[in-house]
């Protein structure tokens, strides 16, 4: 079983230019995450689903978009990318939203804006 | 929203223990986890605490006071492969996760 897959791994991408980070997960678990990490500031939650259909802003949502049109996919959008958006992004997700239910993390992306 | 306190480093001897505090203060409280992550890696499921008391699990155990708005991981006889960032995690009423900026343990010979 893959799990949770994150492609590409890692992106060098000009500032102004448009780029989507994928997602994909083979669990069939509701609920799916993307964070962003940064030294010192720890995992922000940027956008979530709680299932299939439904997406929610999290932390710090300026600047990217997702979409959740089935179960496995949950792609990240960075529209216009400026330097700030240099990160480590992670996608995640758990069988639900709630109870005990850890949420499983894909490898990451590592981004460069230039 | 969520402020989640935790110290930045810690080190500590092979075979000692280590105790990782964390204190939180939210809005809502629906569970409280912590993570484990190695450099270059990501993060891995240690521990889920949503009722007072510690949770034990081999070496590892995780205490949660939720009138305090604290918890602890306690590592037991520490192993080299224990080197890594140690990520409380807590969730909210709408079910978001906030998570600390992470407690860097580094174990020594």
Redesign the interface.
Known sequence: TAGITQAPTSQILAAGRSMTLRCTQDMRHN?M?W?RQDL??????IH?S?TAGTT?K??VPDGYSVSRANTDDFPLTLASAVPSQTSVY?CASSVE??G?N???????TRLTVL | GQNIDQPTEMTATEGAIVQINCTYQTSGFNGLFWYQQHAGEAPTFLSYNVLDGLEEKGRFSSFLSRSKGYSYLLLKELQMKDSASYLCAVRDGDYKLSFGAGTTVTVRA
Do not use: I, S
């Open positions: 609920a995450y964070y010192g500031l720890g995992l922000r939650l979530y709680n929610g999290g932390e992670f939203a709630g005990p850890e949420q499983f993390f894909g490898p990451g």
